[in-house]
């Protein structure tokens, strides 16, 4: 999994600096840091006032199977896509296989279930089976294309663990929303169960958001993950 900051508006003075116009209107002022800023900081994220977080903004770039993608995009509120098209633009071979390790079994019931690793067999099942498949497939979405089948009727034959690549915009508010469901942390004050391909992905935006805002990120930290 890929994820690059491509670029950012967002530091901890951003959120303070939004808070205090409840207060102080027009006398405060843009990214003055002060040292009380943590302290506010801790108590928006404590007591859920939200809106200061949402005067930042981070465009990540992220290549990213297309199933986890497609999980991504279920994420709407403060986000913004753009994503490389397959009708286009000629799709390259790459295509994701689990790694040695991967939890492969899920046991017990909906709602109530975990993953365990899988036996040998299976491990050699998966990988193979999905290496064969994606093989094939490319050749036939290259066979297609030869023949001059539009890209937009090739791409048919391709399955989703193809990689693809797109922008994603959010703000500091809508990242925390996303990382507290995407991420699994026994910290966390409500237990979240993400596939592990896309925590993959949550967790290296998790590690430049704790860079960019390291007060706001601690403080999402030490109030149970909970996205104000």
């Not at 207060?23 to 809106?51: A, C, P, W």
């Not at 490389?84 to 390259?92: I, V």
């Not at 690793?117 to 999905?130: E, F, H, W």
């Not at 699994?184 to 967790?203: G, H």
């Amino acid at each position: 999994m890929t994820v690059n900051l491509i670029k950012h508006a967002a530091e901890d003075a951003d959120v303070a600096f939004a808070a205090r116009v409840s207060t102080l209107g027009g006398e405060t002022r843009f990214n003055e840091v002060s040292d009380k800023d943590s302290g506010l900081i801790n108590f928006l994220m404590r007591d859920r006032h939200g809106s200061p977080f949402e005067h930042t903004s981070f465009t990540f770039y992220i290549e990213a199977p297309i199933f986890v993608a497609r999980e991504f995009f279920r994420h709407r509120a403060g986000w913004s896509y753009n994503e490389e098209s397959g009708r286009y633009k000629e799709l390259a071979p790459v295509f994701y296989v689990p790694a040695d390790g991967r939890p492969l079994r899920q046991v017990g019931k909906p709602g109530a279930y975990r993953f365990e690793l899988g036996t040998y067999k299976q491990s050699m099942a998966v990988s193979g089976d999905i290496r064969r498949i994606s093989t094939e497939a490319y050749s036939s979405y290259k066979r297609l294309l030869d023949l001059d089948v539009a890209r937009e009727v090739a791409r048919m034959v391709l399955p989703v663990n193809i990689y693809t690549s797109f922008y994603a915009t959010c703000n500091a508010r809508s990242l925390m929303h996303f990382l507290s469901l995407r991420t699994q942390d026994e910290t966390a004050k409500f237990p979240s169960f993400p596939q592990r391909e896309i925590a993959m992905v949550a967790e290296q935006m998790e590690d430049i958001f704790s860079l960019q805002m390291p007060d706001t990120w601690r403080a999402f930290q030490n109030n149970g993950r909970v996205a104000p």
